[in-house]
């Protein structure tokens, strides 16, 4: 297979290759890849273009090397999935792993401003999921997840949601979050989340409007999260 007509570098055109196989389910999750001599051959090329190909895909999560054993499309387990997507954490210290408390899961028609962010066409639902979010016992993050019932059919029907809603996604929905969109502001604290955060109506708090992105590109999740940062810290770490 020859891959070298084209304007772009050979390795972004394995890349391309290779990531879309990931959309198209070619590989399961968890499941091994053929090795980087098996691709070159395939594909015409030098392990070295296939070995810079799987590293970016490393470096963005979709794949992981397992040493000894060889590479593998990335699975988001409970644990992964928090500590990579999670990021309030105390100054300077570990990151914290939150417990959730699901207050509603309603479906409605989605806003304009929501279609547009989701992609969508006029008359669709959303699901707008509203929970509660806990760091070592104590309210810290009020949520409101949207999703939408074209990506995600029934999911207001779950009847237990993980701790780590992108797991499901992956097991259940083949959707796989590999990357977040964060925009921060400080606000006020509306009145009618003010009681589930133990704080005043109008209080200082931290914003977080996250659109969650799929390996497709496409955005499949809005979440709008206040959180109190009386005790807790917005933090991202950077490789």
């Known amino acids: ?46 392990q070295g273009t296939v070995r810079k190909a799987l590293n970016q895909m490393v470096a963005e999560n979709l794949l992981e090397r397992q040493q000894g054993k060889g590479t593998y499309v990335a699975e988001h387990t409970q644990e992964s999935s928090l500590f990579r997507f999670f990021r309030l954490r105390e100054p300077h210290g570990e990151s914290l792993i939150p417990e959730t408390q699901v207050l509603s899961s309603s479906r409605r028609a989605a806003t304009q401003k929501e279609r547009d962010q989701l992609g969508l066409t006029a008359k669709v639902q959303v699901v707008e999921l509203l929970r509660l979010r806990f760091l070592k016992g104590e309210p810290a993050i009020f949520e409101k997840v949207i999703q939408p019932l074209s990506v995600f059919p029934n999911i207001d029907k779950e009847q237990v949601l993980p701790n780590s809603l992108y797991t499901l996604y992956q097991e259940k929905y083949g959707i796989s979050i590999v990357s977040v969109r964060d925009e921060l502001r400080a606000t006020e604290l509306p009145k009618a989340y003010a009681k589930h955060l133990g704080l005043p109506a109008g209080s200082p708090v931290l914003k977080v409007e996250r659109a969650s992105i799929h390996i497709d590109g496409r955005v499949v999740e809005l979440s709008h999260a206040y959180c109190s940062t009386k005790h807790f810290v917005y933090s991202v770490q950077h490789k």
């Open 1 to 46: 297979m020859s891959l070298s007509a084209s304007f772009q570098p050979l390795y972004k055109q394995v890349y391309d290759l290779l990531t879309g196989r990931l959309v198209e389910g070619h590989w399961k999750p968890s499941e091994s890849i053929p090795s980087e001599m098996a691709l070159a051959e395939e594909l015409g090329v030098s």
